[in-house]
């Protein structure tokens, strides 16, 4: 464990943040932000050594795992030979980072659009989706994240849309979730069903011949981690061709391994027009992000400008750790190791857990992708309040966790080189937990 300066405490970092930080998503004056000053693999500590299984990945994005040499000394190597360069240039290192992105992406992919992050992954891929069709319309989900700019703020279907619903164009509609069924559906074929028939219902009423793209999460991340029922996304990927819409899978979270595959939607059988990423493309090691871009929507832009850009679209010191985190990801079996232990360990145990804790409604997931729904009553599936949710959270980091939590949830969303042994520890933190706080 490093420490960087063993006289600063973590009351002087949280002192010195209140100060001068103002945070996202928030009321500033109650915040109480846990101070981190180093990391390794699946471990964080603070500034004064207090170690935490990093159950969070951060914000979902550390599936590599915290401070990966080899991601590192790309990084410090890449700033020793060019630490920043034009958009406008040809540089080695982007060109080679997305090689290795379009190498990942199915046959008929053959360029990338680099971003500073999710947000604008999706901003830019709304754009080209209008440009290519001549339509405006872009559905997406109400149960959804896209991100906080302006067009994927309004994208988004949850309540940060509502204060920030200034761009025009969007339409939103429910997507496939069985515990709480929009559809009243009570299986998962029913639900496909009903859930396509509705979006089928949205985009002929909102007149297909102005509907540029669907958008949608291959897995609802921060919105619960709702893997869609077999047949849903290739549903929606009919519709789409049948009316000549572009669709546009946002992998941001749930792809580079999170579900333990390179993309989430493989596991659906479908190939998307486009496809935007950021967060374990590089485990954020760097700011960077993008869309994958079909060779058909890439011929349009090949006579035609596209208009747009950023002044570090394909930073070199975040190209550089991209390229090194992919190989690494494949030499060391990282994506499969997130499969694994999905399948073998957190699964298994997830649902051993919801077996003893009633106050677990549903547990969902794949790979290293899980929720737990909380609820105060398993027959009503009446969410639990939001200080059950809060003494669950200081329980889990009394005992060294660090979770992840939203709404009525905990998320379980650990580094994709988590091993066998840490996931069992976290479980049995879970497990106690659960047991202090619900009894
Ligand atoms: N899309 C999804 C699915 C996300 O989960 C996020 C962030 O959590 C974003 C987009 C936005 O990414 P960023 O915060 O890098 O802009």
């Known amino acids: 464990m490093t420490i960087p300066d063993p006289s600063v405490r973590n009351a002087d970092i949280a002192e ?11 009321a500033q004056r109650s915040l109480n932000p846990l101070p981190i000053a180093g990391g390794s693999g699946v471990t964080v500590w603070d500034a004064e050594g207090t170690e935490y299984l990093d159950f969070s990945s951060q914000l979902v994005n550390v599936n590599i795992g915290h401070q990966h040499p080899a991601v590192v000394a790309a990084i410090q190597e890449q700033a020793g030979i060019l ?7 040809a540089n080695s290192t982007r060109a080679e980072a997305a090689k290795r992105i379009v ?13 500073n992050g999710g947000a604008d992954a999706n901003e830019n891929a709304i754009r080209m989706a209008r440009l290519h069709t001549g339509r405006d319309k872009v559905l997406s989900q109400y149960r959804s994240y896209h991100g906080n700019t302006g067009v994927a703020i309004v994208a988004t279907g949850d309540w940060r849309r509502i204060p920030n619903e200034y761009a025009r164009g969007h339409v939103h509609f429910f997507g496939p979730y069985l515990y709480r069924s929009e559809f009243w559906a009570t299986t998962p074929e029913e639900e496909c069903a009903r859930a396509l028939h509705h979006l089928r219902r949205v985009i002929e009423a909102e007149g297909p011949s102005s509907i540029a793209a669907i958008l949608l999460e291959s897995v609802p991340g921060t919105a619960g ?21 572009v669709l546009i899978l946002d ?14 939607f493989e596991a659906h059988g479908v190939v998307p027009d486009l496809i935007t990423f950021a967060k ?6 760097v700011p960077i992000g993008g869309v994958i871009i079909s060779d058909e929507i890439a011929k349009t832009f090949d006579d035609r400008v596209f208009p747009g850009g950023l002044t570090y679209s394909g930073h070199p010191l975040a190209a550089a750790s991209v390229v090194a985190t ?6 060391e079996g990282i994506v499969e190791n997130a499969r694994r232990v999905g399948d073998d360990v957190l699964g298994p145990g997830l649902r051993a857990l919801a077996e003893k804790h009633p106050i677990i409604g549903e547990v969902r997931g794949d790979g290293v992708f899980w929720a737990l729904e909380l609820v105060a009553d398993p027959v009503t599936r009446e969410p639990v309040a939001p200080p059950v949710i809060g003494a669950l959270k200081k329980d889990l980091m009394t005992r060294g966790l660090l979770p992840f939590t939203a709404d009525n949830r905990i998320h379980v969303v650990p580094p994709c080189i988590i091993t066998d042994d840490d996931a069992r520890r976290g479980l049995e933190i879970l497990d106690a937990a659960l047991t202090s706080v619900a009894g």
């Open 280 to 285: 374990g493309v590089n485990s954020g090691y």
């Open 16 to 26: 010195a943040d209140r100060t001068h930080v103002f945070h996202s998503w928030s």
């Open 326 to 331: 992919i190989d690494a990801m494949r030499e």
């Open 83 to 89: 630490a920043t360069v034009a958009p406008a240039h």
């Open 251 to 264: 992998e941001v979270m749930s792809g580079f391994g999170r579900t333990g595959r390179w993309f989430a």
């Open 225 to 245: 981690v709702m893997v869609p029922p077999p047949g849903y996304l290739a549903g929606v990927r009919k519709l789409a061709d049948e009316f000549g819409i």
């Open 103 to 115: 190498d990942l992406a199915p046959e008929g992919f053959s360029k990338v659009f680099f971003t």
